[in-house]
Structure formats: C-alpha cells, structure tokens
C-alpha cells in the first residue's frame, strides 16, 4: 500500500517533451507528455477501450490517439474521437493526474484530486536559490521505495559502501542524534577532527582533518533532505559558522513504482565553485557512482527479502530514525484508508 494525498515527483523537467514518456507510479501506468505551449500533462495509460498502452500511439497535437483503434484522448482523459461513430459514450474517459512543475521537476498527485495543493509541496526551495548551483537526475531502484528512505537516513553505510567517494570509517564511529517533530524525522551527525573523504579533498581543497556533518530529514511520503558538509577544525561549523567550509544539499524523492521498485530523482545544490562546470560534472560523476553502489546493495537486499520474507530482522541504533518514519507512514496509511469512503454499498 502507499499513501496516495501527497505528491510524488513523476519525472525531471527535462525528461518531458513532445513524445510519450511511459511511467509506472504507485503501481499505476502513467503517460506523461507536454503540450506544444510546453505544459505537462499526465494521463492514464491505457485506452479505455481494450486496454492497450497509450503510449504505444502518438500525439496529435496536444491529444493523444490510442496505436490500436485510433480513439483520441485530451489532456483531461476525455476521449474525443472514435473512428466509425460521431456519439461517443459518456464512460470513455480516463483518469488524468493534477501536475505542478517546480524546482526543475514534474511533481504529481496521484489521490483525490480535489485534495491536491500546492501548498503540500515540501519544501525544495533551495534548488533555486540564488548563490547555489544543482544539478540532478533519476536512479532505478530495483528495491521498495521504504529500503530508499532508509539508505538516505542512515548514512552509516558510507563506511563500508562507498569507501572510494564518500565514506570514511569515521561515519560509523560517530553516533547520531535522531528527533521527530510532527512526522518529520532528523537525523544528525557531527564528526570532530576527522580526516576528509577524497571527494571532499577534490571539492574543498583540504589538506588536514576538518569537521564534518550529515544531517538527514525525512519527511512522507518519500523526501529526504541531506545536508552535508566540511569545514577547518575549529572554524566555528558546529556552532553554526559554516563560511570555512563547503556546504552541500542533497534533496531526494523516492517515488514508488511497484511494490518491488522506485524511481529515484535527486537533486544536488552547492554553495561552492557555482560557476564552474567542472566542479557540477565532478559532482554529478561522484553521486552516479554512490548511487550505483547503494541501488546494487538495495535489489540485493529484495531480492533477498522476496526469498525469506519471514524472516526476521534486528535493529541496531543507527535504525532509530528509520524505524520512527515507517512507523509515521503505518499510521498514516490507517488514517487515509480510514478516511476513504465506504463504497460497499
């Protein structure tokens, strides 16, 4: 089950254009495309009249025209035209989506439509942040969307996962802090003195130990903040003075594909080198490479879970924050099937 009154992110800005982008989200068949004025639309993708993918047809104009019997859909999942009659019944519509297109992705709501608002975004408002660079892209993930937020969360597999990147034996030597306010869960780390990871060394230039932290927030259904950073022992970053350091924000959501899978979309912002191009694609590289090793870790993970599903699983304190955000979402899904009218009459 997933929790449906939220928005997920549905695709990257620059996935969507005039040809048919087929995406499963939720468990559901997805068709995303944009209009000629450049305007995201999403439909179900499906004719409702055998079934057949509408993403196997084309566009035309800002409609869509099903690849088997040629029935014509609008943006608002109306069919328009069959060929062979002018009356076309009432019941030969499909579902559309509401979108909002923000912060460089599309985002969608996949619930009541007349519960979608805009003022439920989370907040990613730091991509476009005048002083900050991004960069971003979208991840496979061969694991249920819950293994991604946990892997975000716990950021004690640095040490042993991306030891060539990012991680250090430091990262688990250090114990976190975990706090909750309302549902948002946060996960903090300092590390005093610690010698700095390679990329940190080719981002920042440091040639001794520094101090470091992770800061991981998780909100449902699926976001996850990160703010990381260095800076020179004893500069003043752990009392709040960041200035002597590099500062970096990775914002993700992990929406659900199946109950098996996710699509991944991150986003890294920094405060450092904003206009250097090197630096984005040095960056880039690095995060494609940490994210091949954990989406390896995760469908390994799966795969094992589908194979044992009954077997049992201990946690350990780094899993404080994780066991408190999937707790958050079991209640949250009472509370929305609860919600749902009693159709059974």
């Known amino acids: 089950m997933f929790l449906r009154n939220h928005w997920y992110v549905a695709a990257r800005s620059e996935e969507l254009g005039r040809s048919l982008l087929a995406r499963r989200i939720l468990n559901e068949p997805v068709l995303l495309y944009r209009t000629g004025a450049g305007e995201a639309v999403a439909i179900e993708d499906r004719c409702c009249h055998r079934n057949v993918p509408l993403s196997i047809g ?171 950073g260095g800076a020179k022992v004893g500069t003043g970053a752990m009392e709040g003075n960041r200035s002597q350091g590099i500062e970096r924000w990775n914002l993700n959501v992990v929406t659900p594909e199946t109950d098996k899978t996710a699509h991944l979309f991150w986003t890294e912002v920094r405060n450092f080198k904003i206009d250097d191009p090197d630096t984005t694609q040095l960056l880039k590289a690095q995060i494609d490479a940490t994210l091949e090793e954990d989406a390896e870790v995760l469908a390994a993970q799966q795969l094992t879970m589908d194979l044992l599903p009954h077997a049992k699983t201990v946690d350990i304190a780094f899993d404080a924050g994780s066991v408190a955000f999937r707790r958050t979402i079991d209640r949250m899904l009472r509370e929305e099937t609860a919600a749902q009218p009693d159709r059974s009459h």
């Open 58 to 228: 084309k566009l035309v104009n800002d409609d869509v025209q099903c690849g088997y019997h040629g029935l014509v859909f609008d943006r608002a999942g109306r069919c328009i035209s069959m060929p062979g009659q002018e009356k076309i019944p009432a019941a030969a519509r499909i579902k559309s989506f509401p979108l909002i297109e923000r912060w460089q992705m599309v985002w969608i709501w996949m619930g009541d439509p007349a519960l979608a608002d805009e003022a439920r975004l989370p907040d990613f408002s730091i991509i476009d942040r005048e002083g900050w660079a991004a960069v971003g892209a979208r991840v496979d993930v061969k694991a249920n969307y819950l293994y991604g937020v946990d892997n975000l969360l716990d950021l004690s597999h640095l040490s042993y996962v991306h030891g060539r990147t990012i991680g250090t034996l430091d990262v688990a030597r250090h114990a976190v802090t975990t706090t909750r306010q309302g549902d948002t869960v946060k996960v903090t780390r300092w590390m005093h003195d610690v010698p700095p990871p390679p990329t940190f060394v080719k981002l920042g230039g440091f040639d001794s130990n520094i101090d470091r932290w992770q800061i991981a927030t998780a909100a449902p259904p699926c976001y996850v903040w990160l703010e990381v």
